[in-house]
């Protein structure tokens, strides 16, 4: 089976975890100087549904988004995010066929959840449109942040494939297509701390998440808050533009 993890999964982490403020999307300037505003966006593995927001509000896209679990939770944060045009699948994007191309496709921790990442790389590869770009984030649960999560949430290793997760593997897929420029492919932040305080195992836990946040406040009071590298930083980020 090409998944690490199942739909029952998601189903409860999403009616769980809450973000309620699109606007702290950590990515946000960093994407909104790569990728030129307006056109069509589509995320892959959508909920809870703010970064959807954030490119509707903030960069000026049409919004579409794919995902395994149910979507009713997701519609309902979209109009919570006054987000007023969108589309919606509910669907497994192994299986999903859609007809149109994207100037914009993304997924944000979601293609390290599959064995065979490479093939839904290329999916993703796939539903980009010429001149259009493709923007893959996975965490980079290695070296440090393997112990938190092994001391914190051990269970949670086994859903992520962690072989994508270094600066070689990660564009490798993308690089032979010889179709895509990468613009930028990096580790991202320079903590663990700076993991989603929202997620639904931090949120379960009030002290451990006091605790993170009081360490995130000094990080970024002394600026130490983006010195990105493999062994502490939180996620890597990769940016494409399709050539033709």
Known sequence: MNKLSKKEFWDSEWEHEKRNDYK??????FLSKLIPKGGSFVEIGCAPGSIMAYFYHKLNFDVTGVDYSSVSKIEENLKHYDVEKFQLYEADFTELKLDKKYTVVSSFGF???FYDYDSIIQKHMDLVEDKGYLVIELPNIRYFNWLIYRI???????IH???IMNLKELPRKIKESNEY?????NYYKSC??????QNSQLLSRPLLRLIFSKLKEILIKFRLDNISNRYFSPYIILVAKKMK
Do not use: A, Q, R, T
């Open 181 to 185: 420029e990468i613009l930028y492919c």
């Open 161 to 163: 494939n962690l072989k």
């Open 152 to 158: 914190v949430n051990p269970e949670l290793l086994s």
């Open 192 to 197: 663990f701390l700076f993991f989603n305080d």
């Open 111 to 113: 293609v390290e959840h």
């Open 24 to 29: 702290s999307f950590v990515f946000g300037d």
